[in-house]
């Protein structure tokens, strides 16, 4: 009598032979070798990324979005800046419009600052060959004084007041309304607090004669004429923008977002537990651009209105007028193109802007989780 192949892979090979051996007093020959499976690895320990940990997070992700993004924002203000000229002329014909109240720049900047731009590129070019490469970059210091609070506080805020509100919402609605209660929240407090710092940055990029010392200079006599309430001036429209732009770029990410994990998951086999940064960053980076290609489209209008308010100067109907006069203005004087002035930079603005933000942000969570997870 032997111990068949099965009891030896249910005993284990040493209780097997010993079994055997004791049962019939044979030797057992030739044993089938058996070796049990290792047991599954223990599942990854997640550890949320504390607050101080997602500032960090934020604030490098806002310093390489500006760095990035700030050429398209000045050629955006410029075409933008043009639009409100030539609408203010039109409804105003005895204001001549100025690029500088103190200052008379060279030729040849004046050129690049009132031509019409036929594209972004064409933008890009002439403002370096009649301003210089670095004009590109105008305005950035105060974008970066702006954006780092500002980025931190909107991404941040996002998070909490999203979690808040998927703790009282049913499985069903979380998808839409967190995402969309909560990014408009957030992007109303982020943009009424940098709003002042947001003023100074656009008109120092509508005018290629206007350095930080001189646009501090209009900054001071239009505080002296119309009070410090006039440092909020274009939150109005600001909010127009950004409200709607915050609520429709988040159900966007979080949707796009969703789907893309659930096609890794299908497709890959990727887990929480084996998802990389490469695969977090792909992730977001394809959501954050689609979400905010579409978001800046359905919000280039309020966003020509905010340039327009900001950029005039005391004494511009323009600014008198409103933000909704504004709008309508525009549209009499040069249709729905005026309207949209700027699309193109504002969606090569945008759209790498909200890929690069998203995706840093993400992976700077992950790695502070992962950095949590090994402590």
């Known amino acids: 009598m032997s111990v068949s192949e099965p009891d030896i ?103 690049a600052a009132t031509a019409r731009f036929s594209g972004t590129w064409d933008g890009v070019v002439k403002i370096a060959q009649h301003e210089g490469l670095f004009s590109l970059w105008r305005g950035l210091s105060p974008t970066l004084v702006m954006s780092v609070p500002s980025t931190v506080i909107y991404y941040i805020g996002y998070e909490h007041i999203r979690d808040a509100i998927n703790a009282h919402l049913p499985l069903a609605s979380k998808e839409i309304y967190a995402p969309l209660l909560a990014g408009a929240t957030a992007r109303t407090l982020a943009a009424t607090a940098i709003s002042p710092i947001e003023l100074i940055r656009t008109r120092m990029q509508s005018s290629p004669s206007r350095s930080l010392t001189a646009t501090f200079s209009s900054v001071r006599a239009m505080l002296a004429a119309s009070g410090p309430t006039s440092l909020f001036r274009g939150l109005a429209p600001t909010l127009w923008r950004d409200v709607p732009f915050s609520a429709i770029y988040w159900i966007g990410y979080e949707s796009i977002k969703a789907r ?95 890929a690069v933000m998203i995706s840093s942000y993400e992976v700077g969570k992950r790695f502070f989780e992962d950095s949590n997870a090994s402590v």
């Open 9 to 111: 892979e249910l005993l284990g090979l040493d209780e097997a032979l010993a079994s055997a051996h004791k049962s019939t007093g044979m030797p057992v020959s030739n044993p089938v070798l058996y070796h049990p499976p290792s047991p599954p690895p223990p599942p990854h320990a997640w550890h949320s990324s504390t607050p101080y940990q997602k500032m960090i997070s934020a604030g490098v992700g806002a310093v390489l979005t500006s760095l990035l993004v700030t050429p398209f924002d000045v050629v955006k203000t410029r075409m933008q800046s043009a639009a409100g000229l030539a609408s203010s002329t039109h409804h105003h014909p005895r204001i001549e419009p100025r690029l500088d109240h103190q200052h008379h720049p060279p030729r040849a900047a004046t050129a």
């Open 260 to 354: 893309l994990v659930e096609l890794e998951s299908k497709q890959f086999h990727i887990n929480r537990n084996t998802r990389t940064n490469t695969t977090d960053f792909g992730t977001a980076f394809l959501a954050g651009a689609a979400s905010g290609t579409v978001a800046a489209i359905v919000t280039t209008p309020f966003d020509v209105a905010k340039t327009i308010e900001q950029v005039a100067g005391e004494g511009d109907g323009r600014r008198r007028a409103g933000m909704r006069q504004v709008l309508k203005n525009v549209y009499r004087s040069e249709g729905i193109p005026g309207l949209f002035s700027g699309l193109s930079p504002r969606i090569l603005k945008v759209a790498p802007a909200c």
